[in-house]
């Protein structure tokens, strides 16, 4: 049953929640994305309440997808986690030169103190680089209104509009009280823009130079749009900030000035500058990195930063408290947690049983079989980014000697593979090492680590209805590769370890697949599968 929001008074809702009511209430057509914690519900969100949402093979299709649309006139939303970005920079960076017809919003989740990430990065920097406006909320409220004024201002200017969100924000619940829907979006049409959308180098210097213009004209309304207020208090002290910082603020210094921004990009310099003389000592509160501070600084605007100590990891009111009193001693260790590990019974602890046993070298990849790194496997020597196992081990075979060569393995997980394993496999067979490869797919036919999400290896689409599937033992025949193997390494251990011996030896070119589904998922993907074929049937049983 859809969830018809749109004349509640108020509803409890996570920030990611919001968003994906407010494309809604927006009128988005479509949104897409690549699932990452904490970004993940907002699709799965949004398909919910009857939205088009769909998978993208990665953030970077998610986005040209999403640019497509808003080309056509209609409104887009891309959704992604904070290193998602990055995977899908390149586009982002163009499409700020082209513009667009219709809205784009791109969301990125960011993840501060690294819950279930590889790094911390700072995507405010992101904004300044590709020249794209950005928003910051700080509860569900302003992550369900900021998503719709980023639609008024993408289709006012032009532009993609950068909300970038963070983890507490993501995932924590606040009232939200929904009002009435941006105007509704014109019916899609093809507007042929040949100078505007082809970035040659002749129509992108021309581009360039429009988009600084909008920048400006953008930075010029922020000086009094209602997306950045004043918190009047005491002028003693002035404290500038933004997103959940903000919230953080108001409890620990609740009789403080405080200049809350939520357009972040292009900064309201002017206001800030008048804040800032308004109070007798001016200090810049952010999560991250020191982007507020620095920008404001550059701008000849004196103000304090926090110390170097507090950029990393998530903030807090009493990280904020320690921040206002100057207090630069050893925090309190955390409490420690049960450490992560591999569900019993899942498949992948007889493989990394296996690569511990044959000690192999193995360069690892982003997922829940990332686990295989702690004890009792310690089987994993790398792990970069989506992708990178396969062309780390690469660079290992080439340069190590043969005996250590022979001992590489590349792990990755199935959604990661069609994410960003493809060309690492063309690579192999492109530039093949002299002791050949060994590629480990572990196959568990699910995006297990955010949630089990479907992906193109699944044949489900984002609502679990049948579709195209890619099959990864077809792929690698299709490139030549003569060496491909499917196993369950759960049916048969030692079989399993035995074909891991062989590939291991041979000098050759190797694919192994080791399929069987995360046991987690097992069950339901057995009703997709039931409820697949009772349609199918449905459907040829009908009379003509």
């Given at each position: 049953m859809?969830l018809?929001m749109s004349?509640?008074?108020?509803?409890?809702?996570s920030?990611?929640?919001a968003v994906?009511?407010a494309?809604l209430?927006?009128?988005v057509a479509?949104?897409?994305g690549?699932?990452?914690?904490?970004?993940?519900?907002i699709?799965?969100?949004?398909s919910?309440?009857?939205?088009r949402a769909?998978?993208?093979?990665?953030?970077?299709?998610?986005?040209?997808?999403?640019?497509?649309?808003?080309?056509?006139?209609?409104?887009?939303?891309a959704?992604m986690k904070?290193v998602?970005?990055n995977?899908?920079?390149?586009?982002?960076f163009?499409?700020?030169?082209?513009?667009v017809?219709?809205?784009?919003?791109?969301v990125s989740?960011?993840?501060?103190?690294?819950a279930?990430?590889q790094?911390e990065?700072?995507?405010?920097h992101?904004?300044?680089?590709a020249g794209?406006?950005m928003?910051e909320?700080?509860?569900s409220?302003?992550a369900?209104d900021?998503?719709?004024?980023?639609v008024e201002?993408?289709?006012?200017?032009?532009?993609?509009v950068l909300?970038r969100?963070?983890t507490?924000v993501c995932?924590?619940r606040?009232?939200?009280?929904p009002?009435?829907?941006?105007?509704?979006?014109?019916?899609?049409?093809?507007?042929?823009?040949?100078?505007?959308r082809?970035?040659?180098p002749?129509?992108?210097?021309?581009?360039?130079?429009?988009l600084?213009q909008?920048l400006?004209e953008?930075?010029a309304w922020n000086?009094?749009?209602p997306?950045?207020?004043?918190?009047?208090g005491?002028?003693s002290?002035?404290?500038?900030t933004?997103g959940i910082a903000y919230m953080?603020?108001?409890?620990?210094?609740?009789?403080?000035?405080?200049?809350?921004?939520?357009?972040?990009?292009p900064?309201?310099?002017e206001?800030?500058?008048?804040?800032?003389a308004?109070?007798?000592?001016c200090l810049v509160?952010?999560?991250?990195?020191?982007y507020l501070a620095d920008?404001?600084r550059a701008a000849?605007i004196k103000v304090?930063?926090?110390?170097?100590?507090?950029?990393?990891g998530?903030?807090s009111?009493?990280?904020?408290?320690?921040?206002?009193?100057g207090?630069?001693?050893p925090e309190?260790s955390?409490?420690p947690?049960?450490?992560?590990?591999?569900?019993p019974g899942?498949?992948h602890r007889?493989?990394f049983?296996a690569l511990?046993k044959?000690d192999c070298?193995v360069?690892?990849?982003?997922g829940c079989y990332t686990l295989?790194v702690?004890?009792?496997?310690?089987?994993m020597?790398s792990?970069v980014c989506m992708?990178a196992?396969?062309?780390?081990?690469?660079?290992l075979?080439?340069?190590?000697?043969?005996?250590?060569a022979?001992?590489v393995?590349?792990?990755?997980?199935?959604?990661t593979?069609?994410?960003s394993?493809?060309t690492?496999?063309v690579e192999?067979?492109?530039?093949?090492?002299?002791?050949?490869?060994?590629?480990?797919i572990l196959?568990?036919?699910?995006?297990a680590m955010?949630g089990?999400?479907?992906h193109p290896?699944?044949?489900?689409t984002l609502?679990?209805?049948?579709?195209?599937k890619v099959?990864?033992?077809e792929?690698?025949?299709?490139l030549?590769?003569?060496?491909?193997f499917?196993?369950?390494?759960s049916a048969d251990?030692g079989k399993?370890?035995?074909?891991?011996q062989?590939c291991l030896?041979?000098?050759?070119l190797?694919?192994?697949i080791?399929?069987r589904p995360?046991?987690l998922?097992?069950?339901?993907?057995?009703?997709?599968e039931?409820a697949?074929?009772?349609?199918c049937?449905a459907a040829?049983g009908?009379?003509?």
């Amino acid at each position: 049953m859809l969830l018809d929001m749109s004349d509640s008074k108020r509803v409890l809702l996570s920030g990611d929640e919001a968003v994906a009511l407010a494309a809604l209430h927006a009128g988005v057509a479509l949104g897409t994305g690549y699932p990452g914690t904490p970004s993940t519900e907002i699709l799965e969100s949004f398909s919910e309440i009857g939205g088009r949402a769909q998978w993208a093979p990665n953030e970077k299709v998610a986005l040209e997808v999403a640019l497509g649309v808003a080309f056509a006139g209609a409104r887009a939303m891309a959704t992604m986690k904070h290193v998602g970005l990055n995977v899908a920079a390149d586009p982002l960076f163009t499409a700020a030169y082209t513009g667009v017809t219709g809205a784009l919003i791109v969301v990125s989740a960011d993840d501060p103190g690294m819950a279930s990430s590889q790094n911390e990065q700072d995507n405010r920097h992101y904004a300044v680089a590709a020249g794209v406006p950005m928003l910051e909320p700080s509860d569900s409220q302003e992550a369900y209104d900021f998503a719709l004024r980023a639609v008024e201002i993408s289709e006012r200017w032009r532009i993609p509009v950068l909300l970038r969100l963070t983890t507490r924000v993501c995932h924590s619940r606040t009232v939200v009280h929904p009002r009435p829907a941006n105007p509704p979006p014109r019916t899609p049409f093809f507007e042929r823009d040949i100078r505007g959308r082809v970035m040659i180098p002749a129509y992108a210097r021309l581009a360039g130079r429009r988009l600084r213009q909008k920048l400006s004209e953008i930075q010029a309304w922020n000086e009094t749009c209602p997306l950045n207020r004043v918190v009047a208090g005491n002028g003693s002290l002035g404290i500038i900030t933004s997103g959940i910082a903000y919230m953080h603020v108001r409890e620990a210094a609740p009789e403080a000035s405080v200049l809350k921004l939520g357009m972040t990009y292009p900064l309201p310099v002017e206001k800030i500058r008048a804040f800032a003389a308004g109070v007798n000592r001016c200090l810049v509160i952010e999560e991250g990195d020191p982007y507020l501070a620095d920008a404001i600084r550059a701008a000849g605007i004196k103000v304090e930063s926090q110390p170097e100590m507090y950029r990393f990891g998530e903030l807090s009111v009493a990280r904020v408290r320690r921040i206002l009193a100057g207090d630069t001693s050893p925090e309190p260790s955390p409490i420690p947690g049960k450490p992560p590990q591999l569900c019993p019974g899942c498949s992948h602890r007889n493989v990394f049983e296996a690569l511990h046993k044959l000690d192999c070298i193995v360069a690892g990849d982003i997922g829940c079989y990332t686990l295989g790194v702690l004890p009792p496997f310690e089987a994993m020597d790398s792990c970069v980014c989506m992708g990178a196992s396969i062309g780390v081990g690469l660079g290992l075979r080439h340069v190590l000697p043969p005996e250590q060569a022979r001992r590489v393995v590349s792990v990755i997980g199935d959604s990661t593979f069609v994410h960003s394993g493809i060309t690492g496999l063309v690579e192999m067979v492109y530039n093949p090492p002299p002791t050949g490869h060994v590629i480990l797919i572990l196959d568990n036919s699910t995006t297990a680590m955010t949630g089990h999400q479907e992906h193109p290896g699944t044949g489900r689409t984002l609502e679990h209805e049948p579709t195209g599937k890619v099959s990864f033992e077809e792929l690698g025949r299709s490139l030549g590769l003569e060496n491909v193997f499917v196993s369950d390494p759960s049916a048969d251990p030692g079989k399993f370890e035995r074909l891991l011996q062989d590939c291991l030896a041979n000098n050759q070119l190797n694919l192994i697949i080791a399929r069987r589904p995360c046991l987690l998922i097992a069950g339901k993907i057995k009703e997709y599968e039931r409820a697949a074929n009772q349609t199918c049937t449905a459907a040829l049983g009908e009379p003509e």
